[in-house]
């Protein structure tokens, strides 16, 4: 991995601005020669450049071509494979519209292996889009923050070596609890930071609420920041110990870190409509998890909702043998409906999928949901530290893990009906 130097610089203007810079679907089809300059660029800016800039933890920048075309044959198995941009839906099934999908659509991984098959032409440079410009990484995207939680230890990477996984831990410091409208986070150091997820451990959690505390927000290179949908928040409870389960790695000379976690809030005594909670789904009793050696392993988790609950967001989460995980709602009338399913889960990320406002699942209390994992113990699952060694549950990278976390929001008799009134409604209109 060669090291990487330069300020960060970071994102959301430049969402603003990819989002019109191309939608590369079909036009590539008509039998014209597909060159950087024209095709290839305004995708890289619209699903890579965000986090393949100078200056971030992604091994290289991607902005111009001659920082791209020494990786033409590595992005094109990237691209193929779907391993990058990383979201690993299987986007054949389930709900299909996420508010933060930054996948390729067909038409553009086509047009990028076509590209790099015909020997990656950069083309005529006057059919470059403008360069993107990246806001100064001092920024928070969510605006001034009315709260900040910084990690008590700086943290002190070592100059080489493995990746290195370890919780770290802040003090929520407020008099009273407050109502999150939204959260960042921003690493001091993001050149060595590859993740960072952060768990609230809430005084008097209920009785079942994992020890390790409840999921809050994530961050990886790429990632600004989230805002809760309108009337929608999350509470934050005085006295809450934040864990930053964090995850860096080496990059040639020691390096430090501390992690801040920002939040705004709603105004003081403004309790929003929809409150959020982070709800863990397991296969309970968890510690069954037991994954034998060169073996593949299916196992199930059912969590029975017994209040209406809208879904917000998933976000699955297994270690190193994890391959794949698929949610489904087990309706009352006893159809089932697959809501997500990953089919090529990578541990390093750890995405939060977030589902778009109108196909949020509304699910009446009884719905059942059916967590199948699949964990993939064989020499052909690429991240395996050992085919050859029993795993079962535990903390360590090493151990595995089987959890999804949701994002639910529970809703009354009254303002449940009164949902899916509203989407009927909506389906019911004629389409544009
Ligand atoms: C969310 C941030 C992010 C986005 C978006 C992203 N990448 Fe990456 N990419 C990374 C990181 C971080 C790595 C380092 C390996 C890893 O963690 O998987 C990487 C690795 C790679 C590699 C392998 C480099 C190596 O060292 O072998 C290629 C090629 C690549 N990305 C291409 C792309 C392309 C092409 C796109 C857009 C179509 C893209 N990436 C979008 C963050 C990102």
Same mark, same amino acid.
């Given at each position: 991995?060669?090291?990487?130097?330069?300020?960060?610089?970071?994102?959301?203007?430049?969402?603003?601005?990819?989002?019109?810079?191309?939608?590369?679907?079909?036009?590539?089809?008509?039998?014209?020669?597909?060159?950087?300059?024209?095709?290839?660029?305004?995708?890289?800016?619209?699903?890579?450049?965000?986090?393949?800039?100078?200056?971030?933890?992604?091994?290289?920048?991607?902005?111009?071509?001659?920082?791209?075309?020494?990786?033409?044959?590595?992005?094109?198995?990237?691209?193929?494979?779907?391993?990058?941009?990383?979201?690993?839906?299987?986007?054949?099934?389930?709900?299909r519209k996420y508010k933060n999908d930054r996948s390729l659509s067909d038409g553009e991984i086509a047009a990028i292996a076509r590209w790099v098959d015909a020997g990656a032409p950069q083309g005529n440079q006057a059919d470059m889009p403008p360069p993107l410009t990246f806001p100064p990484d001092s920024q928070w995207f969510i605006g001034k923050p009315d709260l900040t939680v910084t990690t008590?230890?700086?943290?002190?990477?070592?100059?080489?070596?493995?990746?290195?996984? !370890? &919780?770290? +831990?802040?003090?929520?410091?407020?008099?009273?609890? /407050?109502?999150?409208?939204?959260?960042? @986070?921003?690493?001091? %150091?993001?050149?060595?930071?590859?993740?960072?997820?952060?768990?609230?451990?809430?005084?008097?959690?209920?009785?079942?609420?994992?020890?390790?505390?409840?999921?809050?927000?994530?961050?990886?290179?790429?990632?600004?920041?989230?805002?809760?949908?309108?009337?929608?928040?999350?509470?934050?409870?005085?006295?809450?110990?934040?864990?930053?389960?964090?995850?860096?790695?080496?990059?040639?000379?020691?390096?430090?870190?501390?992690?801040?976690?920002?939040?705004?809030?709603?105004?003081?005594?403004?309790?929003?409509?929809?409150?959020?909670?982070?709800?863990?789904?397991?296969?309970?009793?968890?510690?069954?998890?037991?994954?034998?050696?060169?073996?593949?392993?299916?196992?199930?988790?059912?969590?029975?909702?017994?209040?209406?609950?809208? !879904? &917000?967001? +998933?976000?699955?989460?297994?270690?190193?043998?994890? /391959?794949?995980?698929?949610?489904?709602? @087990?309706?009352?009338? %006893?159809?089932?409906?697959?809501?997500?399913?990953?089919?090529?889960?990578?541990?390093?990320?750890?995405?939060?999928?977030?589902?778009?406002?109108?196909?949020?699942?509304?699910?009446?209390?009884?719905?059942?949901?059916?967590?199948?994992?699949?964990?993939?113990?064989?020499?052909?699952?690429?991240?395996?530290?050992?085919?050859?060694?029993?795993?079962?549950?535990?903390?360590?990278?090493?151990?595995?893990?089987?959890?999804?976390?949701?994002?639910?929001?529970?809703?009354?008799?009254?303002?449940?009906?009164?949902?899916?009134?509203?989407?009927?409604?909506?389906?019911?209109?004629?389409?544009?």
């Amino acid at each position: 991995m060669q090291v990487r130097i330069g300020s960060c610089l970071c994102v959301f203007l430049l969402m603003l601005s990819a989002a019109n810079a191309a939608d590369n679907d079909d036009k590539t089809d008509r039998g014209s020669q597909v060159t950087f300059s024209k095709d290839v660029a305004p995708i890289l800016q619209k699903s890579c450049q965000s986090c393949h800039h100078a200056g971030t933890s992604a091994p290289m920048p991607l902005t111009t071509y001659a920082e791209v075309r020494p990786w033409a044959r590595s992005i094109k198995e990237k691209v193929v494979l779907r391993d990058m941009p990383p979201w690993h839906l299987d986007k054949t099934v389930g709900i299909r519209k996420y508010k933060n999908d930054r996948s390729l659509s067909d038409g553009e991984i086509a047009a990028i292996a076509r590209w790099v098959d015909a020997g990656a032409p950069q083309g005529n440079q006057a059919d470059m889009p403008p360069p993107l410009t990246f806001p100064p990484d001092s920024q928070w995207f969510i605006g001034k923050p009315d709260l900040t939680v910084t990690t008590d230890q700086d943290f002190v990477m070592y100059p080489s070596g493995p990746d290195w996984w !370890i &919780d770290q +831990f802040g003090e929520v410091r407020l008099t009273e609890d /407050r109502w999150i409208k939204a959260m960042e @986070i921003k690493p001091s %150091n993001p050149k060595i930071v590859h993740h960072a997820v952060i768990y609230a451990i809430e005084p008097d959690a209920p009785e079942g609420t994992p020890e390790t505390g409840v999921q809050l927000h994530e961050y990886a290179v790429g990632k600004y920041g989230d805002i809760f949908s309108a009337d929608t928040g999350r509470l934050l409870k005085a006295g809450t110990r934040l864990r930053f389960d964090m995850h860096y790695f080496a990059v040639g000379s020691e390096q430090h870190n501390r992690t801040t976690i920002a939040f705004k809030f709603y105004p003081q005594g403004v309790v929003p409509k929809y409150q959020v909670r982070s709800i863990p789904i397991r296969n309970i009793p968890n510690d069954e998890l037991e994954i034998p050696p060169n073996t593949v392993v299916r196992t199930d988790g059912y969590y029975r909702l017994t209040r209406n609950a809208r !879904i &917000d967001a +998933f976000q699955p989460h297994m270690h190193m043998r994890g /391959r794949g995980m698929t949610l489904e709602a @087990i309706h009352l009338n %006893n159809t089932t409906e697959i809501l997500s399913s990953v089919d090529h889960f990578n541990f390093n990320w750890h995405i939060n999928y977030i589902y778009a406002d109108d196909v949020t699942p509304l699910l009446p209390a009884g719905t059942v949901l059916h967590m199948i994992g699949i964990h993939d113990n064989t020499a052909a699952n690429r991240r395996n530290p050992d085919p050859a060694m029993w795993a079962g549950f535990g903390e360590r990278s090493v151990d595995d893990m089987l959890q999804v976390w949701l994002d639910i929001v529970y809703l009354d008799d009254a303002e449940f009906q009164r949902l899916v009134a509203a989407r009927k409604t909506k389906l019911a209109e004629p389409r544009p």
